[in-house]
């Protein structure tokens, strides 16, 4: 099965509402998406975020990737996932957004010809995939009581900036509506330094179950200071950097974009797991294509918990998910188990 055509457009989705975490309020999200198809017909949907933070990358820069990359692809079998990935390596190798698409397309192409949900190819079924509820900074503690008290499960992520007092208040009624809530934060970065985390993780009156990238991503160290269960996100992305950081934080948060797509994230959750360290599968507020790419990722790995905010934030999408409690439903349509109409307006071909 071989590589005929590679489509790549820019696609700006508009949420709901304003999504707030760290220093950065996002009222639309600009991505690229990628349609290849093959010799016999098939297709198979990819997705770039490419909105600033945290890749580095804009849609120009995907573009401009893809439009490096197009010939050097064309042509391969979409079972040689593998080699595509090294001719990455070999002529754009950090290029996060815009590798992760392709090798999206790849394993929707993949499924879609063998008729198996990508998990499967992936490595198989490794249990039931839960999600959070995630609670932004922009939610009122009216909007934050409320949703909790809607929510039928007990996991919660609180996005976290200065403001401990409204977070101690959000965690007390968590605490008060649920039994036994598990309740993680994650502050992007905004206590900066390892004295400043220290002084707002002394003045929460709840204890997280782990606290994400309190402080700025380059200060590695800084990290293994902090009397927390610290997750390492901004700080973690590629295979590279996993052996500089592993020693100073406790678990990781893999995104697909951020790794470079399924393969590379393969990658890191085996190597996060040889180091018998625990990993979340992250969100980037991906559309239903990268949100059932994470889910995927999640049935044949074991993350925690798998975050997939993107399908109830952008405006004129399918909701891809349902919860049964924390527990989400199982789905094993072939390939990564979205299509075009999953896009809505937003389909670009």
């Not at 094993?332 to 307006?345: A, F, I, N, Y």
Request: aromatic share 8%.
């Amino acid at each position: 099965m071989e590589i005929t055509d590679i489509d790549y457009e820019p696609v700006n989705f508009e949420l709901r509402k304003e999504f707030k975490f760290g220093d950065f309020c996002l009222s639309k999200l600009e991505y690229v998406l990628v349609r290849i198809e093959t010799r016999d017909g098939l297709m198979g949907l990819g997705e770039a975020p490419a909105y600033w933070d945290p890749n580095g990358e804009t849609q120009e820069s995907v573009i401009g990737a893809l439009d490096l990359m197009e010939d050097k692809i064309k042509g391969s079998k979409v079972s040689q996932i593998n080699k595509v990935n090294q001719k990455w390596d070999r002529s754009c190798r950090e290029a996060y957004s815009a590798r992760c698409a392709v090798d999206l397309a790849l394993y929707d192409l993949l499924g879609k010809k063998l008729d198996v949900p990508a998990y499967k190819i992936l490595g198989g079924e490794n249990g039931r995939v839960k999600m959070p509820e995630t609670i932004p900074l922009n939610f009122s503690l009216e909007d934050a009581e409320k949703k909790v008290r809607e929510t039928d499960g007990n996991l919660f992520k609180m996005k976290a900036d200065s403001d401990i007092e409204r977070l101690n208040k959000i965690a007390t009624c968590m605490t008060e509506a649920k039994k036994n809530p598990k309740i993680a934060l994650d502050a992007n970065q905004t206590w900066r330094n390892p004295v400043n985390a220290i002084r707002k993780i002394s003045g929460l009156n709840f204890e997280p179950e782990w606290i994400e990238q309190p402080i700025r991503s380059s200060d590695v160290k800084g990290l293994s200071k902090l009397d927390s269960v610290i997750m390492a996100d901004e700080s973690f992305y590629s295979v590279q950097n996993f052996r500089r950081i592993k020693d100073s934080v406790d678990m990781f948060n893999i995104k697909l974009a951020k790794s470079g797509g399924l393969s590379k994230a393969a990658q890191l959750a085996r190597m996060i797991e040889s180091e018998n360290k625990r990993y979340i599968t992250g969100s980037m507020l991906e559309s239903p294509i990268g949100s059932m790419a994470a889910y995927q990722f999640s049935k044949a790995f074991r993350p925690v918990w798998m975050e997939a905010s993107g399908c109830s934030l952008i405006k004129g999408v399918n909701r891809k998910f349902d919860l049964q409690g924390e527990n989400l439903t199982k789905n094993d349509k072939p390939g990564l188990g979205v299509s075009s109409e999953d896009l809505g307006r937003y389909y670009p071909f």
